[in-house]
């Protein structure tokens, strides 16, 4: 199976079954493997993600999106595989190492820190990790979370609560907060879910934007909906392995896709 | 210093400028300064309560910056206020130190228990590290009860040589001073550490470990830098203790339960996680015990006099002051104060600005809950 992207000389990014190399892309993932106790949540996967592409990151509830991710940004090691990101193994890294390194990701959850504003949540990412730091002194740090926080649509509400956020507001505090740690790869968790319309179009836009300045992605869904106009390429897992691969339209049209989303969510 | 911020004064120097400094600073300032004077117009006895009020407040801010702010909750402070003052008092005693040196070795001595401790809090989650730091001191009692020939058990060492030189008889306000200059020192230290860019990061981790390392900082890195930072100004507090009349190196004054709870009972009532609260509240614990050791009522049902359940009645009060101020006296006075500043100036006040959000003692509640839930089993999520 191989597929045209709009991105260049792709060329066997998944090449036969799984034999992926570390230089294949910017993140590596070769024969990922996560069990929990008897359950397999992610069986032996192996995918490429290009340098500055947008990819889809697809499968029903449970296919083990989640789980790929947090093997991938070292919330937990994966039971066997390898990531390679940046040509570089950095298997069971930890995952403020990995952030450092330039991969951010953002909780499906939402998990802002419900103690503090807008405004200093996103501040605390631009904390060096260093013991003694003075930075917060200078106000300098304020300023540039201030920017962040107009980039991503809070500039009215910094100083507001995470508990007075609606939704979507929390979605981009979560986006904000990741970007504030310069990330070269963002992998961002279910954005759609629970958005409207013209929310689903206002961040699509904004991830855009992200990835004309240089930023990959990667882009989690359970469905199609809103991330046809936005990937350039997308994965669809089903049961923790690559059912296909391809772009949106190639793989809306898959028959097996097709089959696994049968009598459950819609595509 | 350049602020060009124009609704609130940016950085921690901004919120020091002596004229625009927020209403509370300007009046925590003037206490100081009273406090100051205070030994111009109070006894010998009442002096040295105070200094003894000072060193227990400096014991629950050491309790505060680790347990308070990064929500690691310590049962066994008395561990690092232990091992500065016995080491103190051995040096002095064994070796002839002068207190201004085998002070200094207290606090590295009481530094590296810090690490002892705090290493497996890296790994431990919360209720079982508080097994540990409930544990810890107690069977550092046990060794000096074992080897009464060096530690003379129960008793503790005594006879070892004042600060200074001081007298114990005549110097009372010297020894006020000591112990404040150390209650101001630390308060300093701590105020400084946890209004910069360590603050957040600390109460974050109280928040939520796995957003902190998120944002690419190492809870790892932060909570031994709590440890080592908190045993380091505990183990100052206790090698300095044991050189004024106010105490002794003996497990009474270091490291019993009681003091271990009493630490925590004075951090929560004036404010887990403010530094100046628990200045405060140990401090007002101090001498509210004395007030009621003062007190000859004798408590009917048990037939005991009330000053002997001091330690029963703080416990009642924290239980009740739970409910009523969750968030302890200082953040309760804040928040008044803000409202009634707000009200004179004619701006509608904010209604419960800090509405939907948990307070620190809360927050680590349900953390432990959530903990002790995860260790006892249930459900097979056995995620790290
Ligand atoms: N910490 C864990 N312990 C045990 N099982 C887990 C754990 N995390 C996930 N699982 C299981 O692994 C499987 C994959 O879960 P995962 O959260 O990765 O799915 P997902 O594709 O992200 O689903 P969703 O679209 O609902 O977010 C599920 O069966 C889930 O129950
Ligand atoms: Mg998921």
Redesign the interface.
């Known amino acids: 199976m191989s597929t045209e992207t709009d991105h260049g000389e792709e060329t066997d990014a998944v090449a036969a079954n799984g034999s992926v190399s570390p230089d294949d892309g910017l993140l590596v993932l070769d024969e990922i493997r996560k069990e929990?106790?008897g359950l397999v949540a992610v069986d032996d996967l192996s995918f490429a993600v290009e340098e500055q592409e947008i990819l889809g990151f697809i499968g029903p509830n449970g296919a083990g999106k989640s789980t790929t991710f947090n093997c991938v940004?070292?919330?937990?090691p994966p039971t066997s595989g390898t990531v390679y990101y940046k040509g570089e193994d950095v298997t069971g890294t930890?995952?403020?190492?990995m952030?450092?390194k330039g991969l951010?990701?953002t909780?499906q959850e939402f998990?802002?820190?419900?103690?503090?504003t807008v405004l200093?949540n996103v501040?605390?990412?631009l904390?060096?990790?260093?013991?003694?730091?003075?930075?917060?002194?200078?106000?300098k740090t304020?300023e540039k979370a201030a920017e962040i926080c107009k980039r991503v649509g809070l500039g009215d509400r910094m100083h507001m609560?995470p508990?007075?956020l609606p939704h979507a507001g929390l979605l981009r505090l979560e986006l904000g907060?990741?970007l504030?740690?310069k990330p070269d790869l963002l992998l961002v968790d279910e954005p759609f879910a629970g958005l409207s319309g013209p929310e689903v179009e206002s961040i699509s836009d904004l991830l855009l934007e992200l990835r004309d300045e240089g930023l990959t992605l990667v882009v989690v869904d359970h469905n199609m909906r809103g991330l046809l106009s936005l990937i350039d390429r997308g994965i669809v897992i089903q049961f923790g392995s690559m059912i296909a691969e391809g772009d949106p339209e190639a793989i809306k049209n898959d028959p097996t896709v097709q089959e696994a989303y049968l009598g459950g969510d819609e595509l | 210093m350049s602020?060009?911020?124009s609704t609130q004064t940016?950085?921690?120097?901004?919120r020091l400028n002596p004229i625009t400094m927020p209403l509370r600073y300007k009046l925590g300032l003037v206490g100081l300064v009273l406090l100051g004077a205070l030994p111009m117009f109070i006894d010998s006895t009442m002096a040295l309560t105070f200094a003894g009020a000072y060193f227990f407040g400096v014991y629950a801010m050491s309790w505060d910056v680790v347990s308070g702010y990064t929500g690691q909750i310590s049962f066994g402070h008395g561990l690092f206020f232990g091992v500065g003052g016995y080491t103190s008092a051995l040096l002095n005693l064994g070796h002839g130190f002068d207190p201004l040196l085998s002070i200094p070795v207290g606090v590295v001595m009481a530094a590296l228990a810090g690490i002892i401790i705090g290493v497996p809090a890296l790994r431990l989650k919360g209720p079982y590290l508080s097994l540990v730091t409930l544990v810890a001191p107690l069977i550092l009692v046990q060794i000096f009860i074992y080897r009464s020939d060096i530690f003379n058990g129960e008793q503790g060492l005594s006879g070892v040589d004042p600060l200074f030189g001081l007298n114990t008889f005549g110097d009372e306000a010297m020894f006020y001073y000591v112990a404040f200059g150390l209650f101001v020192f630390v308060l300093a230290v701590l105020w400084i550490?946890t209004r910069?860019?360590?603050g957040?990061?600390f109460?974050?981790i109280r928040?939520?470990e796995?957003?902190?390392?998120?944002?690419?900082?190492?809870?790892a890195?932060?909570k031994i830098?709590a440890f080592v930072l908190s045993a380091a100004i505990g183990g100052l507090a206790g090698a300095m203790i044991v050189h004024t009349p106010n105490g002794n190196a003996s497990p009474t004054t270091l490291l019993s339960i009681t003091v271990n709870v009493e630490v925590i009972i004075a951090a929560i009532l004036g404010g887990m996680g403010t530094i100046v609260g628990a200045a405060i509240g140990g401090v007002a614990l101090i001498l509210l015990r004395d007030q009621l050791s003062a007190v000859d009522l004798v408590v009917p049902l048990f037939d005991t006099p009330i000053s002997d359940m001091d330690f029963l009645v703080f416990t009642l009060i924290t239980f009740v002051l739970l409910f009523a101020l969750p968030g302890g006296i200082i953040r309760w006075a804040t928040g008044i104060g803000g409202w009634l500043t707000q009200r004179v100036r004619g701006e509608d006040p904010e209604i419960a600005a800090?509405?939907?959000?948990?307070t620190p003692p809360e927050?680590v509640y349900e953390n432990y809950t959530e903990e002790l839930r995860e260790i006892l089993g249930g459900d097979?999520?056995?995620?790290?």
């Open positions: 929990f106790g940004v070292g919330r937990f930890n995952a403020h190492t952030v450092q951010a990701r909780f998990r802002p820190f419900e103690d503090r200093k501040s605390l990412a904390t060096p990790n260093r013991m003694f730091s003075m930075q917060g002194l200078r106000g304020k609560t508990d007075e907060r990741a504030a740690t | 602020d060009n911020d940016t950085g921690v120097l901004g550490v910069t860019d360590a957040p990061v109460t974050a928040e939520d796995d957003a902190v390392e998120a944002v690419g900082l190492s809870p890195k932060f830098m800090d509405g939907g959000t948990k927050q097979d999520d056995d995620e790290h």
